[in-house]
């Protein structure tokens, strides 16, 4: 394969990752502090090979904050340019559990769209306001992992 200058490039290599954007009826949204950098963003990771999107959705929110959720709709699509990853968010319900930090989380919490302003990063806040809107057609937004392009 050759692009239009005739150089040739390799084939693209993209991981996907998934994440939750969980709201409660009150309309705060669940959020976790990571313990490897202490960012505050939407739970979510890595996709398995083996498993289907909703499946690692639920497997991650789970995981990261002790919260089973049931999916409700693809609210967004997120790619990062700068690191190749594809994050797929949905709109999330929580079913059951009780928040707990993990291995991978050192606080969880219910945040109001404001706090979410305020506690992440634009590339982050975004994904979680987007899925508190109304309509139904899913964002597509692209990024630097900094901020959106």
């Not at 959705?57 to 990062?80: A, Q, S």
């Not at 993990?102 to 919490?109: L, P, R």
Request: contains cysteine; hydrophobic residues 35%; proline residues 5%.
């Amino acid at each position: 394969m050759s692009n239009s200058a005739g150089n040739p490039q390799s084939t693209p290599l993209h991981s996907v990752s998934v994440a939750g954007a969980v709201v409660r009826d009150d309309g705060r949204v669940l959020a976790i502090r990571r313990a490897d950098n202490g960012t505050w963003e939407p739970p979510g990771g890595v996709l398995e090979l083996t498993e289907s999107i909703e499946d690692g959705v639920c497997r991650e929110v789970y995981e990261e904050t002790g919260i089973k959720v049931r999916v409700e709709r693809l609210t967004g699509v997120y790619k990062n340019v700068s690191r190749g990853i594809v994050a797929l968010v949905f709109r999330c319900r929580p079913e059951s559990g009780a928040e707990r930090p993990s291995d991978e989380t050192v606080e969880v919490g219910w945040l109001t769209p404001a706090e979410v302003s305020d506690r992440m990063t634009e590339v982050y806040s975004v994904r979680l306001l987007d899925a508190l809107r109304d309509d139904t057609a899913p964002s597509v937004r692209t990024h630097d992992g900094r901020q959106l392009l």
